[in-house]
């Protein structure tokens, strides 16, 4: 099993979702997040003060997954989360030892 | 437990204080004007004949035969709805527009001073406040300040008569309910006080504010209040003979000549350079100039900015204290001039930094406010579009040039919004009542009417006097008043309450949760 971590857009976030819907993926968490990369801050203006702004606000989407169908989240993001500019995000892939449905108890892939 | 036991005795001590000196004063002086009644015609001018109200008395003592002149309704009714306009700048209009401004982590201490500060001032208002403003001083201080006649607003009701005292307005025979103005004058008053704020919000002490409060307003907001607006009214002038002896009786800066029609001088240079002396004094913000202080709901800031603009066709139209075509006019100038300077700031910001942002165009809707006020009934409506335009631009750089050079973290640009377009608005006034540039002009003989304007250069010159003196005058009392509350309080709060916010340590509670 495989936990993608994509940090992306927040004004992609829906086709995100959408992409990652119809090659089924049946959960993702979504979390409001700030940072920075290569995409520069920019600058704000009040009256007299002007304060630049580092940290851009972005999304970050975690999705649990069975290990065959990484190929296929990783293209369904790149694709539904690619505007060509700088600032599209990144996605990070981990090994995921262990899942657990809470209400059932099941556990591994039967969980996800 | 002793810190909260000297707290308790101190504000008890205080109250015992005001109540022991006030009270039998106040039954002193509720007697007093019915035994001068009878007296008051043999008195006539020569002296001791304290508010407008009684000079009123008096002729009706002369002539009786002629009924005493009633209120109009419907300048009661304007003047009441003006009064409650006015209230509405403080409360919520100006709290949100400064507490909008600030971090979010300093928001509750905003709305609570700005509360807090036009509760107390309505309260000294009403205790000596008005008395010291309205009411003829004496000897050699008369000019500069007034009298104890009315303390506790003593002799303004007479419950077993069912009377009422009566205030001037700008017309003869054409009285108004002396509580009534009272209330109107109580709204500005506090509202100046409450201005000061936005210099040094979010690095002062609660308690310190309260008692540099009571000392400013005390000394610095009642005496330029009397020098700029406290004459006898239109009905004391009955003869030629007694003009100049009336106008002896008037604050120093009316009798110069100086127009302020609602409060450039008195409301706004007094209270901006306050604040900025308030910003030196108490010193820079933790952090300022490196870490970022961006306003946290500008969201806020328009509304209150909204709500000034409307609550200040009170504030300049209720200047007139009648509903007359005065009141109109300082109606649509008020409403012009706001506009042009919305337009004015704003386009100069795009010009100038690139965007037209929220933020300029709703600190361009205050400082036309602030700079039609000393102007509304007293310019056409030409002076309104210049000093709208002039304002935007003017106080656009009050916030930028201007500011860096002063090098004061004026939080809130109290300065640059309200002395300066305070400054520029007094100064254009002296021009734009000029009739040849659609003005109205001004008498200065109140018996024969005769007109007072007389040349540009001239008016410009008695504007800048006055606009001097109250600079002079605001800035040596706010100093003393500052010192005082450090010795007393200390001004500012820890290094750790300032970084982590007023509102929770100060006040015990958070603005937004979640």
């Known amino acids: ?112 | 437990m002793t810190r909260f036991f000297r707290k308790l005795t101190a504000s008890l001590a205080l109250f015992c204080m005001l109540g022991l000196t006030g009270m039998p004063l106040v039954a002193l002086a509720q007697d007093k004007p019915a035994a001068d009644a009878p007296a008051a015609a043999k008195a006539d001018d020569k002296k001791a004949a304290p508010a407008a109200a009684k000079e009123e008395k008096k002729e009706e003592a002369k002539a009786p035969a002629t009924p005493p002149p009633t209120p109009n309704k419907g300048d009661v009714a304007w003047m009441l709805t003006s009064t409650a306009l006015v209230l509405l700048m403080s409360v919520p209009a100006l709290a949100l527009f400064y507490g909008g401004l600030v971090r979010s982590k300093n928001m509750l201490s905003v709305l609570m001073q700005v509360f807090v500060t036009f509760s107390l001032i309505t309260v000294l208002w009403c205790i000596y406040g008005y008395s010291l403003t309205f009411t003829e001083g004496s000897g050699a201080t008369s000019s500069f300040i007034g009298g104890f006649d009315r303390l506790f607003l003593a002799g303004t009701f007479d419950p077993l008569k069912g009377e009422f005292s009566m205030a001037a307005t700008f017309s003869k025979n054409t009285p108004l309910y002396e509580l009534v103005y009272v209330a109107f004058q109580a709204t500005f008053a506090a509202i100046t006080c409450c201005l000061i704020l936005g210099s040094i919000v979010e690095r002062v002490k609660f308690s310190a504010v309260l008692i540099f409060m009571v000392i400013w307003f005390t000394f610095s907001y009642l005496p330029v209040a009397h020098m700029v607006w406290f004459w006898p009214g239109p009905d004391a002038y009955t003869a030629a003979s007694v003009v100049d002896a009336q106008n002896a009786k008037a604050g120093l800066l009316w009798q110069w000549g100086a127009l302020d029609f609602a409060g450039g001088t008195v409301v706004h240079i007094n209270a901006g350079v306050a604040g900025l002396v308030g910003a030196y004094v108490v010193g820079k913000r933790i952090g300022y100039g490196r870490e970022a202080m961006s306003p946290h709901n500008l969201t806020m800031t328009m509304i209150g900015a909204s709500l000034l603009w409307f609550g200040w066709f009170g504030f300049n139209a209720g200047s007139a204290l009648e509903a007359n075509g005065s009141a109109a006019l300082a109606f649509m100038n008020t409403y012009l001039a706001t506009a042009c300077a919305v337009l004015s700031w704003m386009f100069g910001e795009w010009l100038f930094k690139g965007k037209p942002s929220m933020l300029g165009a709703a600190s361009g809707a205050v400082a036309g406010l602030v700079a039609i006020t000393p102007a509304a009934g007293n310019v056409g409506i030409s002076g309104a579009f210049v000093i709208g335009l002039a304002a935007g631009i003017v106080c656009l750089w009050g916030c930028n040039g201007l500011k860096k050079m002063l090098g004061a973290d004026d939080a809130l640009d109290v300065f640059g919004v309200h002395a300066l377009g305070g400054i520029l608005g007094a100064l254009l006034t002296g021009v734009f009542n000029s009739p040849s540039l659609g003005g109205p002009g001004f008498p200065n003989n109140w018996f024969e009417m005769k007109p007072g304007y007389e040349s540009i250069m001239g008016q410009l010159i008695i504007q800048a006097k006055a606009v001097g003196v109250v600079f002079i005058w605001t800035a040596v009392v706010a100093f003393i008043a500052y010192k005082i509350a450090d010795l007393a309080v200390g001004l500012r709060p820890s290094e750790e309450v300032e970084r982590e916010g007023l509102d929770i340590n100060e006040h015990g509670e958070s603005a937004y949760h979640g």
Request: hydrophobic residues 45%.
């Open chain 1, 1 to 112: 099993m495989k936990l993608v971590t994509a940090i992306i857009k927040p004004f992609k976030l829906d086709e995100v979702r959408e992409a990652l819907s119809a090659i089924g993926v049946t959960g993702i968490t979504v979390t409001e997040v700030k940072g920075f990369g290569r995409q520069k801050g920019h600058t704000e203006l009040y009256r007299g003060a002007e304060y630049v702004v580092d940290f851009l606000p972005k999304v970050k989407v975690e999705a649990a997954i069975k290990s065959e169908m990484l190929e296929q989240v990783i293209e369904a993001i790149e694709k539904s989360a690619n505007t060509g500019k700088i600032g599209d995000g990144k996605v990070f892939v981990f090994d995921l030892e262990q899942v657990i449905r809470i209400r059932t108890g099941e556990t591994g892939a039967e969980a996800l």
